[in-house]
Nanobody, 124 residues
Framework: QVQLVESGGGLVQVGGSLRLSCAAS????????VGWFRQAPGKDREFVVG????????IYGASVKGRVTISRDNVKKTAYLQMIKANAGDTAVYYC?????????????????WGQGTQVTVAS
């Protein structure tokens, strides 16, 4: 089992960048695939980016492709989301999620563990 805590949210200027962290506690973080999702007010939760356990394969949501990178540090048991060229449409609560030994996927229901989320607000 793993517990996830997001950090790094806050106010970002339009065109700026942000870096979110997802710190995990528990064992065997390297065996977990990690995904980032976000939910804007009044909208469904949306897949942003994910990274596979093992081979580190990544997949990206269509709305952020080219602006987002994901990385992980298995020693620190932390995953990171880096975004550039932020716009107002990126304003949302960002969640990290994890699934053990499963392939990275955009499917929200595939992830078993979720953090509480961190708010990102992009403003001019």
């Amino acid at each position: 089992q793993v517990q996830l805590v997001e950090s790094g949210g806050g106010l970002v200027q339009v065109g700026g960048s942000l870096r979110l962290s997802c710190a995990a506690s528990g064992h065997s973080f390297s065996s977990y695939t990690v995904g980032w999702f976000r939910q804007a007010p009044g909208k469904d939760r949306e897949f942003v980016v994910g990274i596979n356990w093992g081979n580190g394969r990544t997949i990206y949501g269509a709305s952020v492709k080219g602006r987002v990178t994901i990385s992980r540090d298995n020693v620190k048991k932390t995953a990171y989301l880096q975004m550039i060229k932020a716009n107002a449409g990126d304003t949302a609560v960002y969640y990290c999620a994890a699934r053990k030994l499963g392939s990275v996927t955009q499917a929200e229901t595939a992830y078993d563990y979720w953090g509480q989320g961190t708010q990102v607000t992009v403003a001019s």
